[in-house]
């Protein structure tokens, strides 16, 4: 799941939107945007539908243009739906608008707080992040991996990733090993190591990239222990790396 979604007029590409997506990238945030999430061939309008349904918040750039355009005001209705169903979602970024045009076209946009794209990129993105770090139990691990990742909190971020990892690689096992397998210490309480070394000793790991590559399971290991049982501080290069490796474990052992 995305953390963000940013729903805008094309109009606004230029000097909100793709600033905005690029910044909350940099700073370790999973972005839906058009220009980062569609390759050559998708279906724009299921694509941009499952960007609605799917991400964790929806960073909203209110404009002139967004609120004259049917395409944006769609997307409008989509997103209201979720939050009456789900809650706060909707995190609305007034660009040359005033409050009683927004109350115009909707009443109940108007009365949500707002960050106002004139006061700076770097003021609305500091808001946006606050309310990603407040809401963080909503994120999927490895997203907040990279939000810690983005605020430098190095070691935090390998710990966040690896106790994903670790519940994903104790489901593998499960599914490929059966409950019994593991009859003298329960599998709770093996550790990653453990577990991920039974799965290569047995064929059950895929740890080959698509380039012929493999991942390096005991340098992923060894990272995780640096980071809890260690005085080391880890390095952006390495957490970063770290990521990389544990999305692409995941993604190859996915059945």
């Not at 076209?105 to 006061?119: Q, Y």
Request: glycine share 6%; net charge positive.
């Amino acid at each position: 799941m995305p953390d963000l979604f940013i729903s805008h007029a094309s109009e606004d590409k230029e000097l909100v939107a793709r600033p905005l997506a690029i910044s909350l990238r940099n700073h370790g945030v999973d972005v839906w945007y058009d220009e980062f999430s569609l390759t050559l061939g998708d279906s724009l309008s299921e694509s941009i539908d499952q960007g609605l349904a799917e991400s964790s918040f929806a960073a909203v750039v209110i404009s002139q243009h967004f609120m004259n355009k049917k395409w944006t005001k769609e997307e409008f209705k989509g997103l209201k739906a979720r939050q009456i169903e789900e809650g706060k979602i909707i995190l609305p970024i007034w660009h040359n608008v005033a409050k009683h045009e927004v109350i115009k076209f909707s009443p109940t946009l108007g009365d949500l707080l707002a960050a106002d794209f004139s006061d700076g990129l770097e003021a609305t993105v500091s808001k946006i992040l606050g309310v990603l770090r407040k809401s963080a139990v909503t994120i999927c691990p490895l997203n907040r991996a990279r939000l810690l990742i983005g605020d430098g909190h190095f070691n935090e971020a390998v710990v966040t990733a690896s106790v994903q990892l670790e519940k994903y690689s104790k489901d593998l096992s499960v599914k490929l090993l059966g409950y019994g397998y593991f009859k003298k210490k329960p599998l709770k309480r093996q550790s990653l190591g453990v577990v991920l070394n039974v799965l290569l000793k047995k064929g059950l790991l895929r740890t080959r990239k698509p380039n012929g590559e493999r991942v390096n399971v005991q340098k992923v290991v060894s990272f995780r222990n640096i980071s809890t049982h260690s005085d080391r501080l880890l390095e952006r290069q390495e957490a970063t790396w770290y990521l990389s490796e544990v999305e692409t474990l995941m993604a190859l052992n996915r059945r």
